[in-house]
């Protein structure tokens, strides 16, 4: 249910299982954990896309997880699914989501993590737990970084879907393509972060954790030493002599 190919350097993590609208189950959960974790370690992925079997991204959390949890089912639960958003957000590789249908709780929360979010005319985001009287949690938190705190609490707490093209408005989607270029438009989009030299590009991405999570002067320090150690290597040097001898 959970599966990944690897194309031309580019890893796919799918998400297959069309007849409940993708929706997730523990050991679905736990396989994008692993999938994802793998992906970011490999040194030869270049970029990483999770997609999707059709017509539909992913409904979210499979109910029947819910109907039968337990805390410590659902601690367990939680906690993958953390996880797998943490393996994203910590990918040293640029890392898309290709987004259709319906993209709901979970996986929103997947896409949050992402990089870059692409999708479908007419695709339907929404965080619904509130209506199953939970919270939303983990990546939830991101919502408010993308789309802003009035936007994210109208999101999270009313429980209702906003189309991709509100979603587009709001800054919580980079791209709104037909669906048959979904792929295509992900590929774009890593293809012009991996033309760029890879370890700065696991900086930047470093920084951005950074950026989130540190105080304001620690970050900026944390910036500083990044670049600082970046020229150790000597790529900067080479790329800024190529630079100058193509004037």
Do not use: Y
């Amino acid at each position: 249910m959970i599966r990944t190919e690897r194309v031309d350097g580019v890893a796919f993590v799918w998400i297959d299982r069309p007849a409940k609208r993708n929706a997730l189950t523990l050991a679905m959960v736990e396989g994008l954990r692993d999938e994802l974790g793998r992906a970011g370690e490999d040194a030869s992925v270049r970029g990483v896309v999770v997609t999707d079997a059709p017509p539909s991204t992913c409904a979210g959390i499979d109910l029947a997880e819910f109907a039968e949890g337990t805390p410590d089912r659902i601690r367990g639960l939680i906690d993958a699914l953390g996880d797998a958003c943490g393996a994203v957000r910590r990918c040293p590789r640029p890392v898309a989501m290709a987004i259709q249908g319906h993209c709901f709780g979970a996986a929103l929360e997947l896409a949050c993590a992402c990089d870059f979010r692409v999708a479908a005319p007419g695709t339907l985001l929404a965080m619904p737990e509130v209506r199953l009287g939970i919270p939303s949690v983990i990546e939830a938190a991101l919502i408010e970084r993308h789309v802003g705190a009035g936007r994210a609490r109208e999101l999270i707490l009313t429980a209702e879907p906003v189309t991709a093209e509100v979603a587009l408005a709001w800054g919580l989607l980079n791209r709104i393509v037909p669906e048959d270029h979904l792929l295509d438009a992900c590929l774009e989009l890593l293809g012009a972060v991996a033309r760029h030299d890879l370890a700065a590009i696991g900086r930047q991405k470093g920084l951005f954790s950074d950026w989130e999570n540190l105080p304001l002067d620690e970050a900026i320090e944390r910036s500083k030493e990044a670049l600082v150690a970046s020229f150790a290597g000597g790529v900067p040097q080479r790329l800024a002599k190529e630079r100058l001898r193509s004037r």
